[in-house]
C-alpha cells in the first residue's frame, strides 16, 4: 500500500513510492515495468529522497527509535542499501526521546550536497543538518 504521506520521487525514468510493507515500489511513466525495492528497515515510518543521482530513505534506527538513519541506495540491481549516516535526535534538537514524522519532519535532502531540511516543534521551525559538518542550524522561526 502507497502511504499517503508519503514523498515519491523521479529519478532514473522511474517514480518511486514508499509502500508498506513492501517496500519501495518503481514504476516507469508508461505503467509498463514495475520494480520492487526492499528496504533496510522494517519499520512503517520513514520517507524517500534523492540527492546527488542517488535515491535516499531517512527512517529511524532500527535499534534506536530516536536516532535517525539515513540510508543511499548504491546499486539498482542488487538492491544494495548503505548506511550513509545517523544522527540522534539529542544532537539534532537538543532534546531526548522525539519521534520521526511526529516531533520533526523531513522536508527534503539538497539535491547536491548533504544537507536535510526538516520542520520541528509547534511552532514548525525550519531547520538544516549538514551531514559532513554534523551541525544544525536554524533557518526559520516564527
Not at 522511474?14 to 525495492?37: E, Q, R
Not at 520517507?47 to 530513505?57: A, D, K, N, P, T
Not at 539538497?110 to 514548525?124: A, K, M, S, T, Y
Request: aromatic residues 12%.
Amino acid at each position: 500500500m502507497v502511504q499517503r504521506s508519503s514523498t515519491s520521487v523521479f529519478l532514473h525514468g522511474f517514480m518511486h513510492m514508499l509502500t508498506y510493507p513492501n517496500g519501495i515500489v518503481a514504476v516507469d511513466m508508461d505503467g509498463k515495468t514495475w520494480k520492487t525495492i526492499p528496504i533496510p528497515s522494517g519499520d512503517d515510518s520513514g520517507c524517500i529522497h534523492q540527492s546527488q543521482g542517488l535515491l535516499y530513505l531517512l527512517d529511524t534506527d532500527s535499534e534506536d527509535a530516536f536516532k535517525l538513519s539515513i540510508w543511499i541506495l548504491e546499486d539498482y540491481d542488487s538492491h544494495k542499501w548503505t548506511l550513509k549516516h545517523t544522527v540522534c535526535t539529542a544532537k539534532l534538537f537538543r532534546k531526548k526521546n522525539l519521534w520521526f514524522d511526529h516531533h520533526y519532519k523531513v522536508i527534503t535532502v539538497h539535491p547536491e550536497c548533504n544537507l536535510i531540511f526538516f520542520v520541528f516543534g509547534w511552532d514548525n521551525t525550519l531547520m538544516a543538518y549538514e551531514m559532513d559538518r554534523k551541525e544544525v542550524r536554524v533557518i526559520h522561526k516564527t
